[in-house]
């Protein structure tokens, strides 16, 4: 079964930088776009980021434009998201997802996406 693994959370201060990573298995992860989502407490849960299956299309919501950077590593089947200059506003539960469909060219949407992990927790103190 398909299977995604956050991890790299943790506290930062604001201005500092977290790399976030997901690691995949049970897909074949080279033709699969990739989606990063974020979660604060009380709120819904947000688009971040998505790349497409071959890392040509890629984007961002508004509010991380420029800030962070969604990559991914086929050979490692791991997608990242490099969270720099972090706000406390980025203070959130952040999950990665994938579609069930292959080759698609990514999504805002959470019904763009069919599988989640279950979220690595990011702290950002002001």
């Known amino acids: 079964q398909v299977q995604l693994v956050e991890s790299g959370g943790g506290l930062v201060q604001a201005g500092g930088s977290l790399r976030l990573s997901c690691a995949a298995s049970?897909?074949?992860?080279?033709?699969?776009?990739m989606g990063w989502f974020r979660q604060a407490p009380g709120k819904e849960r947000e688009f971040v980021a998505a790349i497409s299956w071959r890392g040509i299309n890629i984007y961002y919501a508004d509010s991380v434009k420029g800030r962070f950077t969604i990559s991914r590593d086929n050979t490692k089947n791991t997608v990242y998201l490099q969270m720099n200059s972090l706000k406390s506003e980025d203070t959130a539960d952040y999950y990665c997802a994938a579609p069930i469909r292959k080759y698609t060219a990514g999504s805002s949407l959470m019904s763009g996406y069919d599988y989640w992990g279950q979220g690595t927790q990011v702290t950002v103190s002001s």
């Open positions: 049970g897909l074949t992860f080279s033709s699969y776009a």
